[in-house]
């Protein structure tokens, strides 16, 4: 290659994007995740006009508490883009963040991973967005397959595992077998609709209004699948709005209220591995009686979810590693490793 070739090689370095529902993490090839914010755009309207006030952890913070003039916007949803205007900017912000002036030449290929249930539209938007966003080539890759790279699981031998990932947006079911996707299965439940099953719960029995925030905090620090041996489990206080004189009121519930309320959510994750189990073949389900299921994805870490899967399936189940990097560090093996180059679409 000439000396003028190489200096357009010289630039950024390869990136792989988990475009999350809640939150986007970005590997840069040969250093690891280099970032990893929620996926959140503060948009602000000056003289009728949008433009960026914030990205990543500063929009968060602003969520339901901004001014009119300011809308912090999540541009995924169900693990999809919803907005993908809001989206390209976002994904632009991240690429700048981790790449700096160093792209000056050449800009970077980027693998996004993608839900397997999305369709040929929502992948173009994903697509569009991070051309946009100054890609110089874009592969996508199958969450699933990419959680389970990120697992260390035997994906490229003709051996069937299983995986569940459990995000924001979606939950997916996947059996896998030499770099395939034997059976795959897209639950759009995940975090977002356990935030959401804990605030009706609230609303419903205690007549108090909470917000996203607070409901998302509740499920990190106090979520179960199964309700306590004891019945009642960790007591706390919760700050809302009273609905009956709309006045701020604290109240204090308990860990089974909150099993209680996970209840459907989770109901619809078991129901969603079961359904995969039925369309499994004879073959890789007698693999997976030994290789078990592997959970990853935020939702993993919900307190309980392994034992209960493991009772409802009679399987061996447990719980990746580092559950919310996985499928980061599983796009970023893919792009990175020649055994897996198989896996990248470029469609």
Known sequence: MSWFGNLFKFGAPNIAIDLGTANTLVYVQDQGIVLNEPSVVAMETLNGIQVVKAVGEDAKMMMGKTPDSIEAIRPLRDGVIADIEVAEHMIKH?????????????????????????????????????????????????????????????????????????????????????????????????????????????????????????????????????????????????????LVNGVPKEITINQANIAEALAEPIGAIVEGVRIALENTAPELAADIVDQGIVLTGGGALIRGLDEYLREETGLPVTVAEDPLTCVAVGTGRAMEEAIFHGVLMTQ
């Open 94 to 242: 991240f690429i700048r963040k981790v790449t700096g002036s160093r792209s000056m030449f050449r800009y970077p290929e980027i693998t996004i991973c993608v839900p397997s249930g999305s369709t040929s539209v929502e992948r173009r938007a994903i697509r569009d967005a991070a051309s946009n966003a100054g890609a110089s080539q874009v592969y996508l890759i199958l969450e699933p397959m990419a959680a389970a790279i990120g697992a260390h699981m035997p994906v490229t031998e003709p051996v069937g595992s299983m995986v569940v990932d459990i995000g924001g947006g979606t939950t997916e079911v996947a059996v896998l077998s030499l770099r395939g996707l034997a059976y795959t299965t897209s639950v759009r439940v995940g975090g977002d609709k356990m935030d959401e099953a804990i605030i009706s719960y609230v609303r419903r029995h205690h007549n108090l209004l909470i917000g996203d925030a607070t409901a998302e905090r509740i499920k990190q620090d106090f979520g179960c699948a199964v309700v306590p041996e004891d019945g009642v489990g960790e007591q706390f206080t919760l700050k809302g709005r009273d």
